[in-house]
């Protein structure tokens, strides 16, 4: 029998952290997190990570697990994902994935078998230090030598995926496979999945706030902190938007005007991404928080399509 599983998605500073503690309240519910920056700890802040306070007693996975100095990898949340799912079903209760990494869903929502690809770190070094060296454009130059289908599709900007694309191919030979020709849905869950979006002027709003209540809650302290462990730019935990930008500001490469400028425009372009990436998901319903006057009735309608979708105990 299929396991029941709700997923919340949408992009940065949307509004799913409050919503998705609400649902969590009505369901019997418990969150697993999907986002790359917040299974760490210590990095608090600029993840905007919810307290304890701000959790509601709801119990939340994934979330200030891992140490900043160790990798964490795609292959890594799928494994610990699915255990904490199959927990959280034992006690007869509603697992639910909340977050903005779309390859973190992908990996519970797909078969996706990661044993033949596993993360080569010192790969990845290299290609990262070939990026800053030589220029993204350069490292995407290298893609499309051994994969031109995959270079058409990826922007030279997103090293990410650039890099991402290059590891299959020099791990195994293999090309990497557009979006909805590699993916075979998973048949161990029965999920519903769930897309919050608002109007983008709104949520760029939304954002350019965030980025300042960060830095007046304390982003660069934190960040100092963490440089105090030995951490820097080139640790995979500290690669994420307002870390690497206050990390240049505090090495002097920008400002701190320039360093907040840089981050709010950085976080309004992945909330971008992040929509293009979601929005190829077939099975996903989206809500528009616009339409909802309060969010008890945004939380009303979300339990309401959970309810007819999923058979819960």
């Given at each position: 029998m299929k396991k029941?599983?709700?997923i919340i998605v949408g992009p940065t500073a949307v509004g799913k952290t409050d919503t998705s503690i609400a649902v969590a309240k009505k369901l019997n519910g418990?969150?697993?997190?999907?986002?790359?920056?917040?299974?760490?700890?210590?990095?608090?802040?600029?993840?905007?990570?919810?307290?304890l306070t701000e959790q509601e007693g709801i119990p939340h996975y994934l979330m200030d697990e891992i140490d900043p100095r160790e990798n964490f990898s795609v292959s890594d949340f799928q494994h610990?994902?699915?255990?904490?799912?199959?927990?959280?079903?034992?006690?007869?209760?509603?697992?639910?994935?909340?977050?903005?990494?779309?390859?973190?869903?992908?990996?519970?929502i797909y078969q996706m078998d990661f044993t033949s690809t596993?993360?080569?770190?010192?790969?990845?070094?290299?290609?990262?230090?070939?990026?800053?060296?030589?220029?993204?454009?350069?490292?995407?130059?290298?893609?499309?030598?051994?994969?031109?289908?995959?270079?058409?599709?990826?922007?030279f900007n997103n090293v990410k995926r650039v890099i991402r694309a290059l590891e299959v191919y020099y791990e195994n030979g293999n090309k990497i496979h557009d979006f909805k020709n590699t993916?075979?849905?998973?048949?161990?869950?029965?999920?519903?999945?769930?897309?919050?979006?608002?109007?983008?002027?709104?949520?760029?709003?939304?954002?350019?706030?965030?980025?300042?209540?960060?830095?007046?809650?304390?982003?660069?302290?934190?960040?100092?902190h963490l440089m105090s462990l030995g951490l820097d730019e080139h640790n995979i935990s500290m690669k994420g938007l307002g870390y690497k930008e206050i990390i240049g500001y505090l090495?002097?490469?920008?400002t701190l005007e320039e360093a907040i400028e840089i981050l709010k425009r950085d976080t309004r372009r992945y909330a971008k991404r992040q929509?293009?990436?979601?929005?190829r998901y077939e099975k996903i319903k989206w809500f528009d928080i616009n339409q909802y006057e309060t969010k008890d009735a945004l939380v009303h309608n979300i339990i309401q399509y959970v309810e007819g979708k999923l058979h819960l105990i």
């Open positions: 029941p599983l709700l418990e969150i697993i997190s999907a986002d790359s920056i917040q299974v760490y700890k210590h990095l608090d802040i600029g993840s905007a990570k919810p307290s610990k994902a699915k255990e904490y799912i199959r927990q959280i079903n034992d006690k007869h209760k509603l697992p639910i994935i909340v977050g903005g990494t779309g390859l973190y869903v992908n990996a519970i596993a993360s080569n770190w010192s790969l990845r070094k290299q290609l990262e230090e070939d990026a800053e060296a030589y220029g993204n454009e350069a490292l995407h130059s290298k893609l499309r030598q051994v994969d031109p289908e995959a270079a058409d599709r990826i922007h993916f075979v849905e998973n048949p161990e869950y029965d999920y519903v999945l769930i897309g919050l979006i608002r109007d983008r002027q709104q949520l760029y709003d939304r954002i350019n706030q965030r980025v300042d209540l960060l830095i007046e809650n304390g982003l660069i302290d934190e960040v100092n090495k002097g490469t920008y929509l293009t990436w979601f929005r």
